[in-house]
């Protein structure tokens, strides 16, 4: 298949996987349906997108559902970034458009994704020295809450400088779940 496509199935495994007390099931049994409210890359509105103050700050501020997206670091790690390719818009200390995928996890921790405020949301507070976290820092958010996770895959046949391929990224976020003792909701 030519162009990037994303595998529905794994990040519908994924968040079915994860789903904490599910906000979906407690509106439908009390017979009265409500909306839910998604912390969308954490709240980054108010904090830098995909960090760990971002997500706690969803958290704190009841959202319902955290969404976030995948990618896959050199050493087989997974990390939450929207993108397949570091963004110096919103991380600082080493080169722009560097793919993840092509980085070990200790060199992806050397960028700061937290000290530089995004100029599309004036009302973000910078968290400096925060970095991609990996999938598994915030899964071990999930006990300070009653949330859900929405959690998005993406694979680029075409580009596999830029990710694994659909088995092996199905498999690491399986063995992310079973750490975390979240199979039952598979």
């Keep these: 298949m030519p162009g990037a496509w994303r595998v ?27 909306i839910l409210v998604h912390g969308h890359r954490g709240a980054r509105a108010r904090r830098p997108e995909n960090t760990i103050p971002a997500f706690r700050y969803a958290i704190e501020h009841g959202a319902d559902v955290l969404e976030l997206d995948l990618a896959v670091t050199k050493d087989s790690i997974l990390v939450v970034s929207h993108d397949p390719l570091i963004n110096l818009s919103i991380c600082t200390g080493g080169k722009t458009g560097v793919p993840i995928h092509t980085l070990t996890v200790a060199e992806l921790q050397q960028y700061d994704c937290g ?18 976290p990996t ?29 694994p391929g659909p088995e092996e990224f ?16 598979i």
Excluded at 121 to 126: E, G, H, K, L, N
Excluded at 139 to 157: C, M
Excluded at 170 to 185: D, G, P, S
């Design 135 to 163: 999938f598994d820092e915030v899964l071990d958010l999930a006990p300070l809450g009653s949330f859900e996770f929405n959690v998005e895959t993406k694979i680029f046949l075409d580009r596999p400088e830029l990710t």
């Design 8 to 34: 529905g199935l794994i990040a519908v495994l994924a968040w079915a996987a994860l789903a904490m007390n599910s906000s979906a099931n407690s509106a439908a049994s009390s017979g009265s349906p409500r």
């Design 170 to 185: 199905t498999q690491l976020v399986l063995a992310a779940i079973r750490r975390h003792h979240l199979e039952r909701f």
């Design 115 to 132: 000290s530089l405020r995004n100029p599309r949301f004036p009302t973000q507070i910078p968290a400096p020295g925060s970095r991609i």
